[in-house]
């Protein structure tokens, strides 16, 4: 392998935790109480389709549903932080001369507000957020482009993700999918063909 496209939430980050709590105390605010597991569904797909599953359809109330949950989000920042030690193994990827890329559901807004905390952007040649590509996640589309912007071949390419929806695109995308096991280590049979089980970040040296 020598590209390599990740997911963000669950992959580099460890912060589903973060988002979930603060999911749960916007709705609160609301008017609906939500356990955290009844709010899982909201990991892997965009903030507007979240939105649209919690009610919020009508696009202004959306928007303003989104801030809302970023802003009670970040009251949680601190049940979130990297995973292991990704910034020395993306260095050490880009040093091999591997190509490296992210795919994620956030925005262009919401990746904006991440990479000012984890600098994804001195790791990584390019990103893809929502809407860029004809069609997001599940679709295959953004993983697609980030390959054309790499000029990558992607039968050396490996997106790793930890949702079910990130094994859909690859697989949709006809690459190779490394399963991020530290989020998900007990996969549904959905997620097959998994190429890689991925325990900790050093693993993808190996593949080099």
Do not use: C
């Not at 262009?108 to 990103?127: C, G, K, L, M, V």
């Amino acid at each position: 392998m020598n590209t390599f496209v990740f997911d963000i939430d669950g992959t580099l980050i460890d912060s589903p935790n973060m988002y979930l709590h603060g999911l749960q105390r916007m709705m609160r605010r609301h008017g609906k109480d939500y356990a955290l597991a009844e709010l899982t569904f909201s990991n892997g797909i965009t903030s507007q389709a979240t939105m649209n599953r919690l009610g919020f359809t009508e696009p202004a109330a959306n928007a303003a549903a989104i801030q809302e949950w970023i802003d009670d989000s970040l009251a949680f920042s601190d049940l979130s932080g990297w995973v292991g030690n990704f910034p020395e193994v993306l260095t050490q990827l880009r040093k091999a001369g591997a190509k490296i890329a992210i795919v994620t559901a956030k925005s262009a807004a919401e990746f904006a507000i991440d990479d000012q905390r984890y600098h994804f952007s001195n790791y990584t040649d390019t990103h893809v957020t929502t809407g860029e590509a004809k069609r997001d996640k599940p679709a295959g589309d953004p993983i697609l482009l980030a390959a054309e912007r790499l000029n990558a071949d992607r039968s050396t390419l490996l997106y790793i993700g930890d949702t079910l929806t990130d094994a859909q695109a690859a697989h949709d995308a006809e690459v190779a999918f490394g399963l991020a096991t530290w989020t998900t280590p007990q996969p549904t049979p959905a997620f097959e063909p998994i190429a890689y089980r991925l325990k900790q970040p050093d693993d993808l040296l190996k593949l080099l």
